[in-house]
């Protein structure tokens, strides 16, 4: 009977340690996802109210920032465009996102709607399909990478 009880407590042991360290792993996961969410928005927020330190502060140095129309910027290009308003959206929203980390990446799809004001030329609207790379550096989310594609005609 001993040996029954202290096999059963040995299992019920096993089962709790197991499913503590399953929900603490799902945590900083959740943690994660969040704190890349929280990112995305705020990103959203300065692509219609540019800030040039607070732009500079999300994006990475190592910056690639592609748009729909095959142009690559850098970090200091990128800035420049939002700053100089040549990027000038006047509303923006991101829709049907999905977010996956992984360790220190995380890679957001959505799709960006918007209305533009860019310079030079005339108002008009965007919607783009959407893929972010971002990096946790320092405990920070930054933008590493970002590609915009035009939507497949339907």
């Keep these: 009977m001993k040996k029954f009880s202290l096999i059963n407590l040995a299992i019920i042991l096993l089962m709790i340690t197991t499913t503590l360290s399953s929900k603490a792993q ?3 996961r959740a943690n994660a996802k969040k704190a890349v969410e929280e990112a995305v928005e705020k990103l959203r927020t300065l692509m219609v109210n540019p ?3 607070a732009l500079s502060a999300m994006a990475s140095e190592k910056l690639t920032f592609g748009h729909s129309s095959g142009k690559i910027q850098n970090k200091q290009e990128f800035l420049h ?3 100089s308003g040549d990027t ?3 509303s923006l929203e991101f829709t049907d996102q999905t977010v996956t980390v992984s360790g220190s990446t995380a890679i957001v799809r959505h799709t960006l ?5 860019d310079k030079g030329k005339a108002p008009g609207t965007a919607k783009l399909l959407i893929i972010l790379v971002w990096q946790k550096v ?3 989310w930054v933008l590493l990478a970002r590609q915009a594609v035009k939507p ?3």
């Design 152 to 154: 497949p005609v339907a």
């Design 26 to 28: 799902k945590q900083p």
């Design 113 to 117: 709607t918007g209305a533009t004001n």
């Design 51 to 53: 800030d040039s330190a």
């Design 88 to 90: 000038d959206f006047t």
């Design 81 to 83: 465009s939002f700053i």
């Design 138 to 140: 320092k405990g920070q």
